[in-house]
């Protein structure tokens, strides 16, 4: 007897790259995240040695993610009822003015760490916007055989840059300063504006009419509340990113205390957590054939777990940039399993709002994490709060 929701096949892990679209946004939102992954390193040392407290090291990540969690929801509802396309735009174009912002105020000499903050809560504010809408977006562009190859991709692609962009970022930093890195990411950040303002796809069209936007989000909510999948999914983000987002938030501090080493090391660390994404990623479509996703799941946040409590009693650089690389991969194998789940259990008249509950869980997680590892961090140790 056949299941009622049968499993669409695990598409090549390439094949999505066949539609150009999807192609052309991709690479886009690469060279973007290249420019955001080079201001990330700059933002987060400039933190770091404009500021005594560990607390505002480690808000430099809950900072980005807060908007998320406040935002997503409404975001999603938004995805579900108007222009996905012009949504992206819309977000994009508030990540572009924050970095602009940012390489204005540090090119005048005005800089502090509260309007750090600030912009990257308005950089926030555009990925809480984008998101839900690229992500919804690609079950229009694709078949839904593809998604599970097109989000283990859209992660597979951060993670490339990743593997480099951070390591550039701390070059440039060493040598030509932060104002260089803030207008390198002000540059990269045309590229998606460029290529969704080029593309267009066919939206597959709900029978249903426009929801008012309180309706829209009470029945995502209620939808996603009813169903035991999605529930299960965005509670597990949610810990996952609580529990996760310390290796990220007091990276610098562990560069900076335990270390003893700068920007350069900073970037070549986190190029390390990338590129074990990457491989992670490019081994994600085997894994998921050889064991469950559950377990898959499971090992992967031990993993997550083993690089918390290397980097909490190791000195040495060479062994962080292993425990960080074990790092990636868990993080990398926890995330796409987690959103494949949540968008293969919902329909399309309501996949926008179910990922940005998701997102919001998530980020609130990151948030919040961010916020209590570093309060540890601060008034008991770097050791105490990556071993918690």
Not at 100 to 113: D, E, K, Q, R, W
Not at 168 to 176: H, K, N, P, Q, Y
Request: proline content about 4%.
């Amino acid at each position: 007897m056949q299941s009622e929701n049968p499993q669409p096949p695990v598409s090549k892990t390439l094949a999505p790259f066949r539609n150009k679209v999807f192609r052309s946004i991709w690479t886009a939102t690469q060279i973007s995240s290249l420019g955001w992954l080079v201001q990330t390193v700059a933002i987060s040392w400039l933190m770091a040695t404009i500021s005594a407290s560990d607390l505002m090291v480690a808000l430099v990540q809950a900072a980005s993610t807060l908007p998320v969690f406040f935002l997503s929801v409404f975001a999603g509802a938004i995805a579900d009822n108007f222009s996905r396309r012009w949504v992206m735009f819309a977000g994009h174009c508030l990540i572009a003015s924050a970095s602009t912002t940012l390489m204005i105020s540090v090119g005048l000499g005005f800089v502090s760490p509260w309007l750090i903050l600030g912009l990257g809560f308005l950089a926030g504010c555009g990925f809480a916007l984008n998101d839900p809408a690229w992500h919804a977006s690609v079950g229009d562009i694709l078949h839904k055989r593809d998604i599970p190859a097109a989000v283990t991709l859209m992660s597979v692609g951060y993670n490339i840059v990743r593997s480099v962009g951070p390591a550039l970022g701390g070059v440039i930093l060493a040598v030509f300063g932060p104002l260089a890195a803030f207008a390198l990411a002000a540059v990269s950040d045309l590229a998606p504006i460029s290529a969704i303002w080029r593309t267009k796809w066919e939206v597959r069209s709900s029978p249903l009419p426009r929801e008012r936007m309180t309706t829209a989000i009470h029945d995502g909510v209620r939808f996603t509340a009813m169903s035991l999948e999605i529930r299960a999914a965005t509670a597990r983000a949610a810990l996952f990113g609580l529990a996760s987002i310390s290796i990220l938030a007091l990276l610098p501090l562990v560069v900076r205390d335990q270390l003893k080493s700068g920007p350069i090391v900073y970037g070549i660390l986190l190029a390390g957590f990338g590129m074990g994404a990457f491989i992670a990623g490019m081994g994600n479509g085997f894994l998921r054939k050889v064991t469950s996703q559950n377990r898959l799941v499971a090992f992967a946040s031990v993993a997550c777990a083993v690089c918390c409590l290397s980097l909490a009693l190791t000195s040495s650089v060479p062994v962080a940039a292993i425990s960080l690389a074990l790092g990636g991969a868990g993080w990398l194998i926890t995330w796409t399993g987690i959103d494949v789940s949540v968008q293969l259990a919902s329909p399309r008249w309501v996949v926008g709002r179910t990922l940005s509950i998701y997102y919001a869980l998530s980020a609130g997680g990151m948030a919040a994490g961010s916020w209590i590892w570093g309060s540890v961090a601060q008034n008991y140790s770097l050791t105490s709060a990556l071993e918690g």
